[in-house]
């Protein structure tokens, strides 16, 4: 009986090198699935790639709704950014794309479970750890098992025929919905200035000489409108991909620590999660009270964190979602960025549940607070810290 493996396959060099290890180093019959997440690719495309170099049976799946529901939209309720940077685009396509594999291995009960990740990357525990989680099946991983280098690959890939974009060629891309990861190449040296071919959606010359406004409402954390305007929810992260990244907002250069220990230089194209994140971010402060804000910037954190490092199956992000959706319970209203110039901050924000009081705020005459009443305040507040400080006066004078 002929040995059936599946393979999540992106078209891209290390799912094309991975197709022709199965079949040739394992003696498989290879089904490919690959699922549309917004990388803005030609299914028919990939299809034909796939039927060129041999597989049995081809999936494409469409999960863009699925992928903006239930994994972006809760990454904005979070506030996600790890490291205080990045988006977690691809961190959040992974476990989807293995769970709809695992849903095709199933119908076609297939014997083995692989994917095209290093053993240097991230993405290798976000595939075995979901795919675990949902199959006894071996996994196989010819780049990491085999301990294979991206120039082993591209002469691999030329040996046999396989055709290779010039991107591909020169940096490591991986691109959804919600960013666009660039890496490889001369990005490696973390000195090197990324090159202007190296970005597609964030233009970085000739950009518009007066600033850009975007206006984001949001209904319990999710965004609904843009600029005044009712959106479907992929067309709204599109929509605000464009605007934002024409006037040069969204790229991310940063020194990031791997789940594997390695520092890595990555760069990202992130303009409408950078736009949504901050917007959302800002309006959490206006609604919730300083002991939220406080608490849930640590919940965030943590949530981010296991996100990024592939544990999106942990029941304690479970725990902390249900956490999170609560506190989204009054994050409803408006919030107006400027863009400038490839620089983004709020200007302008509003909300039927503000805890923002004018007339206790302002220093005008209407104001309704009574400034005697804080002299008392300061002076029980700073209690232990002024008499620990004449504590210590005292202790150093005698020695």
Not at 94 to 114: C, D, F, G, M, Q
Not at 142 to 149: A, G, H, S, T, V
Not at 247 to 262: K, P, S, T, Y
Not at 301 to 325: C, H, M, R, V
Request: aromatic share 8%; proline share 3%.
């Amino acid at each position: 009986m002929t040995k059936k493996g599946i393979l999540a396959f992106s078209g891209g060099l290390d799912t094309s090198v991975v197709v022709k290890y199965l079949q040739d180093e394992h003696d498989m019959d290879v089904i490919t699935v690959t699922v549309d997440v917004g990388q803005g690719e030609n299914a028919k495309e990939i299809a034909n790639k796939a039927k060129k170099l041999g597989v049995k049976k081809h999936y494409n799946i469409d999960a863009r709704k699925e992928f903006v529901k239930d994994y972006i939209f809760p990454s904005i309720k979070a506030n996600a950014l790890y490291q205080k940077k990045y988006c977690l685009a691809t961190a959040l396509a992974r476990p989807l794309i293995a769970e709809k594999v695992l849903e095709i291995a199933k119908k076609e009960k297939v014997n083995s479970l692989a994917h095209g990740c290093s053993g240097k990357g991230n993405d290798q525990v976000r595939f075995d750890i979901t795919l675990r989680s949902g199959s006894r099946l071996p996994i196989i991983a010819p780049i990491r098992d085999k301990n294979l280098d991206r120039v082993t690959e591209l002469k691999f890939a030329k040996k046999h025929g396989i055709k290779i974009d010039s991107v591909a060629k020169k940096f490591s891309i991986d691109q959804n919905l919600w960013g666009r990861a660039i890496e490889g190449g001369v990005l490696e040296d973390p000195f090197n200035e990324p090159p202007e071919d190296a970005f597609i959606w964030v233009k970085t010359k000739n950009l518009p000489d007066k600033p850009t406004y975007i206006e984001i409402e949001f209904e319990k954390g999710i965004p609904t409108k843009v600029d005044k305007t009712t959106m479907d929810s992929q067309k709204l992260i599109e929509y605000i991909n464009k605007k934002a990244g024409n006037v040069g907002v969204g790229i991310i250069d940063h020194i990031e620590d791997r789940v594997v220990g390695i520092k890595s230089r990555e760069v990202y194209e992130t303009p409408a999660a950078t736009c949504l994140i901050e917007a959302h971010s800002d309006l959490e402060k206006m609604v919730h009270t300083k002991h939220q804000n406080k608490f849930k910037s640590l919940i965030d954190d943590e949530w981010a964190y296991l996100t990024y490092s592939g544990l999106w199956q942990d029941p304690l992000k479970a725990n902390l979602d249900g956490f999170i959706e609560d506190s989204q319970k009054t994050v409803s209203g408006t919030v107006k960025l400027k863009l400038y110039k490839g620089s983004m901050r709020v200007v302008g924000r509003k909300s039927k549940n503000s805890l923002y009081s004018h007339e206790i705020a302002t220093y005008g005459t209407e104001s309704t607070f009574d400034q005697r009443l804080a002299k008392g305040f300061v002076e029980l507040w700073g209690m232990q810290s002024t008499e620990a400080n004449k504590l210590q006066k005292k202790r150093s004078t005698k020695t």
